[in-house]
């Protein structure tokens, strides 16, 4: 039996690159499918906003780890062949989709509605009315959420150890199973999650002081 040393402990510490890969696709992928959910919810067209909304309802009222199950399992039944990193990402956009649709949903509608009609007093569509008058006032209001919310995204990346995907959490599995010393091991996993998220959650909270000063003056 081995024992939990440098080696073990540097094997986890590697996989936090892929912990980080992984948070870094959900969070691109999410923030672009999320703007687009937010711009269907906040639309003037009826089915948009109904196909947006059933979107998130779907996302955000199943577990993240049922998700990845459906995508992992699913896909060869379908004929589709997938890796566990593949089924991670694509499971982690959709899931973070969701949230953050609703997040920035929150946030433009938050725009005063003189700034609204201001734009439509200036005769300007609605691709036009969000480009230059409100995407630009809701993107301050949607910082600091943001920053909170990929904290979440960070912690919900260990649920892909279940289906075989070596980030932190799986790396501590298997370092676990090799030295049987779990507190050791799931000591360090969770003092790298902290490391990597304690300073977003930091930075989450000081935005979000920031604005409330500024929304005082």
């Known amino acids: 039996m081995r024992t939990f040393g440098v080696s073990e402990f540097w094997f986890i510490v590697q996989a936090a690159q892929w912990t980080l890969a992984l948070s870094a696709m959900a969070f691109v992928g999410g923030s672009l499918l999320g703007l687009l959910v937010a711009l269907a919810r906040t639309s003037e067209n009826a089915a ?47 899931n973070s ?39 630009p006032q809701a993107f301050k209001i949607a910082l600091p959420p943001t920053v909170g919310y990929v904290v979440q995204i960070i912690k919900g990346t260990s649920l892909a150890a279940i ?22 091991v799931f000591s360090t996993v969770a003092a790298l999650y902290f490391i990597i998220c304690w300073p977003l959650s930091l930075l989450a909270a000081r935005m979000e002081r920031k604005r409330a000063r500024a929304l005082a003056r």
């Open 163 to 184: 289906i075989g995907f070596t980030e932190i959490t799986r790396a501590g599995q298997i370092i676990n199973n090799a030295t049987f010393q779990p507190l050791q």
């Open 97 to 135: 989709a969701a949230f953050l649709g609703e997040i920035w949903r929150g946030c433009i509608e938050a725009i005063p509605r003189g700034q609204w009609e201001a734009a439509q007093a200036l005769n300007l569509n609605y691709v036009s009315r969000m480009r230059f008058v409100v995407l």
């Open 48 to 94: 948009a906003r109904w196909c947006s909304s059933l979107f998130i309802q779907v996302f955000q009222g199943t577990p993240l780890l049922l998700q990845l199950f459906l995508i992992f399992f699913g896909a060869p039944v379908l004929g589709l062949d997938i890796n566990p990193w593949l089924a991670a990402g694509i499971a982690l956009v959709l």
